[in-house]
């Protein structure tokens, strides 16, 4: 089942309402936010990394990139390290390559969202596919996917020359 069809039928099971938005094929968050015309802090991009070697999800704003060491000291972690796409792909099957739904919950998979997503009233995240993208309220995704929620991101204004 393609993640899309996937996530639409968890989401018609719990009741939950939720927009399904088509645009042209994008593949970074903020080519999509300029395409969909919304905030940027509005909008959830997926960091897959491993957590003291367990793999995990991360979403933070468009605009923003995860502070690893940040997110570190807040949950008493030793160890966050990014992960390689050929590290998870084959745990998003149906997915386009880096279009993971934010709901680790359906993979087995903690999730830990930026408090910034968490107090925005709705939130668009990629669907499976660079011209799909999904929006719902946050507060049914804080629901459904029971994220750790912390401060953790970092404005990508102050990392001009790191990355």
């Avoid at 309402?17 to 999509?32: D, K, R, S």
């Avoid at 959830?44 to 070697?53: E, N, R, S």
């Avoid at 930026?114 to 946050?138: K, N, P, V, W, Y």
């Amino acid at each position: 089942m393609m993640c899309l069809e996937r996530l639409s039928a968890y989401l018609r099971e719990n009741c939950v309402p939720y927009t399904i938005h088509h645009h042209p094929a994008a593949c970074t968050a903020l080519a999509i936010v300029a395409s969909e015309h919304i905030l940027p802090h509005t909008f959830a991009k997926v960091v897959m990394v491993f957590i003291d070697g367990r793999m995990a999800m991360l979403a933070v704003p468009a605009d923003t990139r995860a502070d690893l060491a940040r997110l570190a000291n807040v949950i008493g972690a030793h160890e966050i390290c990014l992960a390689d796409e050929h590290e998870f792909a084959l745990l998003f099957p149906g997915c386009k390559p880096s279009t993971m739904l934010p709901f680790g919950n359906l993979y087995g998979l903690p999730v830990y969202l930026d408090r910034d997503l968490a107090e925005c009233e709705t939130i668009m995240f990629q669907a499976g596919t660079h011209q799909d993208a999904i929006s719902m309220l946050s507060k049914d995704f804080i629901r459904l996917t029971r994220p750790f929620i912390a401060s953790f991101k970092r404005d990508t204004h102050m990392l001009a020359g790191h990355f």
